[in-house]
């Protein structure tokens, strides 16, 4: 099949890569001259386990190919994807300019019977609503229907779940065009759910902030866990092993970030308020999870008393592991409020402090180094934020060695307590 995918981002380079790996024709169309430059030279831009093996063989193959030129996306083929991103504003409501872009260009350039499927996180009305944009610059009236798809994939793990969802969802009300969109992933074993468009738009925003409420729950049965002496990580395991209840999402931590679970969740709370349908439960789940660094921060405070002129080493900016993304990232939080209380910063990232020096820190005084141990010499404590595997495998022993202080404040329970406390560290983790 012939598809074109608009915006290359984690989204859309991960889903034309996949595709063209499945056997489609795919042209990928970005606005952003540079970017598409790199790619065409098989240099995926972002960093995503597995991802730059499947762009080369795109390529190779000549199965994948990229474009600025919106005309040439449209007219080539069957089937668009709509990938571009869907920002949050400050009212929580979603920025759909970009989406509206491309169905205004859609529109334009229609040429015959296309297969529009939305597949960036857009909310519950905005199929119909791409369907009106295309429809109001469509002049020659070329038939197309709307399709949604909404997407599953975590960052860190993008290719591997692509290739291995635990669904696909597609929702239309024209099955028949949804159809066409499940079979586009012929090859991939996965169970399909076609559902009404309303539905689909609505699955991929109840999941997510789902997810993120049980990220808030455990983080706050970790708190009544601090208080009382309890291990959260023992807690969340006798949870777990109910199968209703389910292993996944219940590691207490800092609380959650990146490019989808805080816009998510502002926008279904936005959603909610439109429709005077008040959703208390993720106003809380919103409420304990921006108070999570806040927290962390004064547990710094109560132990290492004043924080002016500390000397302070972050291990970790990203805002999770294996991936290089910092939007919403908790670090950032931490790293400011530590800023503002006047201490020393010391960072050190595997992949992700070029994102932090030039955008997401950039007007932040810290002081980025190339290794972990460089990070912790003659610091007063060592902070731990992001939980990369490199961590793990780091003898601590040699880390306290280095450092000045000996506080250890674990923010992502990635350490055994009894063990740091042996080694010498005053260890403060979550909820244990
Ligand atoms: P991103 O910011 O990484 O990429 C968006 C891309 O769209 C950018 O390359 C940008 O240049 C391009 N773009 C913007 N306007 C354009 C236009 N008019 N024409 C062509 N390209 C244009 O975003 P992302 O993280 O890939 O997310 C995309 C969507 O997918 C969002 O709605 C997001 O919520 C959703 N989503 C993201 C993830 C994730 O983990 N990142 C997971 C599931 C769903």
Redesign the pocket.
């Known amino acids: 099949m012939k598809i074109s995918v608009?915006?290359?981002?984690?989204?859309?380079?991960v889903t034309g890569s996949i595709f063209a790996h499945l056997g489609h024709d795919v042209i990928c169309?970005?606005?952003?001259e540079e970017?598409v430059k790199k790619l065409k030279s098989g240099d995926p831009v972002?960093y995503e386990p597995g991802l730059e093996d499947l762009l080369k063989e795109g390529i190779e193959k000549d199965k994948l190919h990229f474009t600025t030129d919106?005309k040439e996306a449209v007219e080539k083929s069957d089937f668009i994807f709509i990938?571009?991103?869907?920002?949050p504003k400050k009212s929580w409501e979603t920025d759909l300019s970009?989406v509206k872009?491309?169905a205004e260009?859609i529109g334009k350039h229609i040429n015959g019977y296309k297969i529009v499927v939305t597949?960036?996180?857009?909310p519950v009305g905005t199929g119909n609503m791409v369907k009106e944009i295309i429809r109001s610059y469509n002049k020659n009236n070329h038939p197309f229907d709307i399709v949604s798809n909404?997407?599953?994939?975590?960052?860190g793990s993008?290719v591997e779940d692509t290739l291995h969802p635990d669904r696909i969802v597609v929702g239309s009300d024209n099955k028949e065009a949804a159809q066409k969109v499940a079979d586009l992933y012929r090859g991939i074993d996965a169970p399909v759910l076609i559902v009404k468009l309303y539905s689909s738009e609505l699955i991929?925003y109840a999941s997510n902030s789902f997810l993120a409420t049980k990220i808030s729950f455990i983080n706050s049965i970790a708190d009544i866990c601090e208080r009382t002496g309890a291990d959260v990580e023992e807690v969340a395991k006798g949870m777990g092993m109910d199968k209703r209840i389910g292993y996944h999402f219940l590691k207490a931590g800092l609380g959650y970030g990146?490019?989808?679970f805080p816009?998510?969740v502002d926008s279904i709370l936005y959603t909610s308020m439109q429709l005077n349908e008040p959703f208390i439960i993720l106003e809380a789940t919103r409420k304990v999870n921006e108070n999570r660094p806040v927290r962390f921060v004064e547990r710094m405070e109560k132990m290492m008393g004043e924080l002016r002129d500390k000397k302070i080493a972050i291990w970790g900016l990203a805002f999770k592991p294996n991936t290089d993304?910092m939007r919403e990232a908790v670090s950032i939080k931490i790293i400011k409020l530590l800023k503002e209380k006047g201490s020393n910063v010391i960072a050190y990232d595997p992949v992700a402090m070029n994102n932090a020096k030039n955008v997401y820190l950039k007007d932040v005084d810290i002081e980025y180094v190339n290794s972990p141990m460089e990070a912790v010499k003659d610091v007063d404590a060592l902070v731990l934020v992001t939980e990369w595997d490199e961590f793990k495998r780091i003898d601590m022993k040699e880390v306290i060695e280095l450092m000045k202080g000996k506080f250890l404040f674990d923010g992502r329970n990635l350490y055994n307590p009894e063990e740091m406390e042996k080694i010498g560290f005053s260890y403060v983790s979550i909820g244990r």
């Not at 990938?83 to 920002?87: E, F, L, N, R």
């Not at 597949?119 to 857009?122: A, R």
């Open positions: 608009i915006g290359t981002g984690y989204v859309g380079l169309m970005d606005i952003d970017k972002i919106i990938c571009v991103g869907t920002p970009y872009k491309v260009d597949k960036s996180t857009v909404p997407e599953f994939l975590r960052e993008a991929k990146g490019s989808c816009k998510d993304d």
